[in-house]
T-cell receptor, first 112, second 113 residues
């Protein structure tokens, strides 16, 4: 069964800390992996997309890595800010135009 | 235009009502999706349209009826819903045969009373 797991489920850090969110997937034959941010009651905002042939992607203070062989991805957030507080979702797809399989999310709180 | 637009943002309906959710994108994406999200849970796939044809139905009850009138529009027709159908309904789109990601709309918050 294709499953995605995210740990931790919740994380609270003081402002300015660097942090890592983890995502693991059971079937390593992924097509791509995408990290999303979701604010309460809102839609999903795409943060980073990593294709299966790539090892990492960077955007501003965010860096996502992918290790297909071990079935893992990490999202690194540098110098966290209160505005980073949200739920972060990892999702994998196994073909283009198909189903996204989501993890349960990590709820991040950055305290001023 | 790099957006997926969903209307309405909020909807309250009775169990005997008929209503529709709308989704629109002008990015030329040929795959469009409906997801359902309950509180504190990840989104769950309901339907996938590829080139305006229904390609995936995740065993969704018939009280939910999707429609794709053209390549830019996706509707979800609702009839005789139950209170447990209250959720955030998200529309998404993606490009076919190109490894770009998925773009989500801001969702419709549906409450069934």
């Amino acid at each position: 069964k294709q499953e995605v797991t995210q740990i931790p489920a919740a994380l609270s850090v003081p402002e300015g800390e660097n942090l890592v969110l983890n995502c693991s997937f059971t079937d390593s034959a992924i097509y791509n992996l995408q990290w999303f941010r979701q604010d309460p009651g809102k839609g999903l905002t795409s943060l980073l997309l990593i294709q299966s042939s790539q090892r990492e992607q960077t955007s501003g203070r965010l860096n996502a890595s992918l290790d297909k062989s071990s079935g893992r991805s990490t999202l690194y957030i540098a110098a966290s800010q209160p505005g980073d507080s949200a739920t972060y979702l990892c999702a994998v797809s196994y073909n283009q135009g198909g189903k996204l399989i989501f993890g349960q999310g990590t709820e991040l709180s950055v305290k001023p | 235009d790099t957006e997926v637009t969903q209307t309405p943002k909020h909807l309250v309906m009775g169990m005997t009502n008929k209503k529709s959710l709308k989704c629109e994108q002008h990015m030329g994406h040929r795959a469009m999706y409906w997801y359902k999200q309950k509180a504190k849970k990840p989104p769950e796939l309901m339907f996938v349209y590829s080139y305006e044809k229904l390609s995936i139905n995740e065993s969704v009850p018939s009280r939910f009826s999707p429609e794709c009138p053209n390549s830019s529009l996706l509707n979800l027709h609702l009839h005789a819903l139950q209170p447990e159908d209250s959720a955030l309904y998200l529309c998404a789109s993606s490009q076919e045969n190109v490894p770009y990601g998925y773009t989500f709309g801001s969702g419709t918050r549906l409450t069934v009373v």
